[in-house]
């Protein structure tokens, strides 16, 4: 084997014991110590009619939600596009009320959505 084929598998050996060693570090380290909150700054929304509202993000990277700047749960119709007011759990469910945001009044006072088992479970 010549100098320069030598030089090359020991530079490939190195990118490889680096590559191997990074992988294992991101296994071994803590999820948590990765974790971070929610940008919490208002946002400006705008509904599928051009009404606009403002919202914020809660939460963070297990367990995330949006509010209104009053603190009502909101969350995004898929079927319409419309953003409508979450109603509080009934039997530890929760469901888009038929209020839209910046439409309608909110349906129940503000209230804080609390994480599904699983999520919770997740913390550790």
Do not use: C
Not at 93 to 121: E, T
Request: glycine content about 6%.
């Amino acid at each position: 084997m010549n100098q320069a084929a030598s030089l090359n598998l020991k530079k490939v050996w190195t990118a490889l014991v680096v590559i191997v060693a990074i992988v294992l570090a991101q296994q071994v380290a803590p999820q948590h110590v990765l974790a971070k909150p929610a940008v919490s700054r208002l946002q400006t929304v705008s509904q599928p009619d051009s009404t606009k509202f403002q919202k914020k993000q809660r939460g963070d990277e297990w367990f995330r939600w949006d509010t209104t700047a009053a603190g009502h749960p909101i969350g995004k119709d898929t079927k319409t596009g419309y953003w409508k007011y979450v109603l509080p759990p009934v039997q530890g469910v929760s469901s888009l009320s038929s209020k839209v945001v910046g439409q309608d009044a909110p349906p129940s006072r503000p209230w804080r959505p609390q994480p599904p088992v699983d999520a919770a479970l997740g913390r550790r």
